[in-house]
Nanobody
Framework: QAQLVESGGGSVQAGGSLRLSCTAS????????MAWFRQAPGKERIGVAV????????SYDDSVKGRFTISQDGAKNTMYLQMKSRKAEDTGIYYC??????????????????WGQGTQVTVSS
């Protein structure tokens, strides 16, 4: 059974940087893409960044374009989210997700089947 473990969350002041990691184990399939999602208190889970595992191509939510960078290290089975110029609205629980074998990599929860437990990120102004 696949297991995803996020790390790197914490508190940071607005304008600061943080890097999240997501390490996968027990994965027996090839996912077309992986993604980072954010869920703020009382709000829906939204996709902030997607990476296509074969090409390394990426896409971002407009709210994080130019500030966040998603990347992967296949040798380490790890995906990263580098976050710069943090804003208060970036606060939330960040989840990594995988197991998308549909070929359609849209940043919505229904397109992914395996999830990490989440890591809290808090940005203070």
């Amino acid at each position: 059974q696949a297991q995803l473990v996020e790390s790197g969350g914490g508190s940071v002041q607005a304008g600061g940087s943080l890097r999240l990691s997501c390490t996968a184990s027990g994965v027996t399939y090839r996912s077309d893409c992986m993604a980072w999602f954010r869920q703020a208190p009382g709000k829906e889970r939204i996709g902030v960044a997607v990476i296509y595992t074969a090409s390394g191509g990426t896409s971002y939510d407009d709210s994080v374009k130019g500030r966040f960078t998603i990347s992967q290290d296949g040798a380490k089975n790890t995906m990263y989210l580098q976050m710069k110029s943090r804003k208060a609205e970036d606060t939330g629980i960040y989840y990594c997700a995988t197991d998308n074998r549909s070929g359609v990599c849209r940043p919505y929860p229904d397109y992914f089947n395996d999830w990490g437990q989440g890591t809290q990120v808090t940005v203070s102004s």
